[in-house]
């Protein structure tokens, strides 16, 4: 079993829609939770952290943590095309980032 | 504006070869991050340092691959000899935990082995 699941998608969805990005992972002594962005040839950047069981909101970008479940996910509302990128998962325990493989985003215009 | 940077960001080598990737982590970061990327396993991680001491290799090929800290400014990771499976993107990340576990990345060094 991978430590940290997330479909690959491609998820498509039209401009303006909800995007919900998805992850489970295997380690409960995890802490922290992170959403990386990365772009086709570029490097991860972060988007969004979350600590603590709930949502954390930062702009159109949601975070959702249930610890219990082992489930973390990122909504992103009114998707544009500049969204189009492949979303990565990392939970950290400690002193570990294990990041999934990772979900392909398009956004059509 | 503080980012982690890493040489080459292209390597071409024929299998066999000695391969060197370098690193300089973000001034005042402790930790420091090699990851692989390819297509078909996403990021794996390789090796991580806190304060230059290597905390976990256990990702990483020991017959091959090495990595070291020799300052806090440099990181190496080091493939020797090089085999076309190691074709792939080659990350570097820094990170202070005293911001929460944040992680920044270097653009990647490009490595393909023929």
């Known amino acids: 079993q991978k430590e940290v699941e997330q479909n690959s998608g491609p998820l498509s969805v039209p401009e303006g829609a909800i995007a919900s990005l998805n992850c489970t992972y295997s380690?409960?002594?995890?802490?922290?939770f992170f959403w990386y962005r990365q772009y086709s040839g570029k490097s991860p950047e972060l988007i969004m952290s979350?600590?603590?069981?709930g949502d954390k909101e930062d702009g159109r970008f949601t975070a959702q943590l249930n610890k219990a479940s082992q489930y973390v996910s990122l909504l992103i509302r009114d998707s544009q095309p500049s969204d189009s990128a492949t979303y990565l998962c990392?939970?950290?325990?400690?002193?570990?980032?294990?990041f999934g493989s990772g979900t392909k985003l398009n956004v059509k215009p | 504006d503080a980012r982690v940077t890493q040489t080459p960001r292209h390597k071409v080598t024929e299998m066999g070869q000695e391969v060197t990737m370098r690193c300089q982590p973000i001034?005042?970061?402790?930790?420091v991050f090699w990851y692989r990327q390819t297509m078909m396993q996403g990021l794996e991680l390789l090796a991580y340092?806190?304060?230059?001491?290597?905390?976990?290799d256990s990702g990483m090929p020991k017959d091959r691959f090495s990595a070291e800290m020799p300052d806090a400014t440099l990181a190496t990771l080091k493939i020797q000899p090089s085999e076309p499976r190691d074709s792939a993107v080659y990350f570097c990340?820094?990170?202070?935990?005293?911001?929460?576990?944040?992680?920044?990345f270097g653009e990647g060094s490009r490595l393909t082995v023929l």
């Open positions: 001034l005042g970061h402790n930790t």
């Open positions: 979350i600590y603590s069981n």
């Open positions: 990340a820094s990170g202070d935990r005293g911001v929460g576990g944040e992680l920044f």
């Open positions: 380690d409960r002594v995890s802490q922290s």
């Open positions: 340092f806190r304060n230059r001491a290597p905390l976990d």
């Open positions: 990392a939970p950290y325990n400690f002193n570990k980032f294990y």
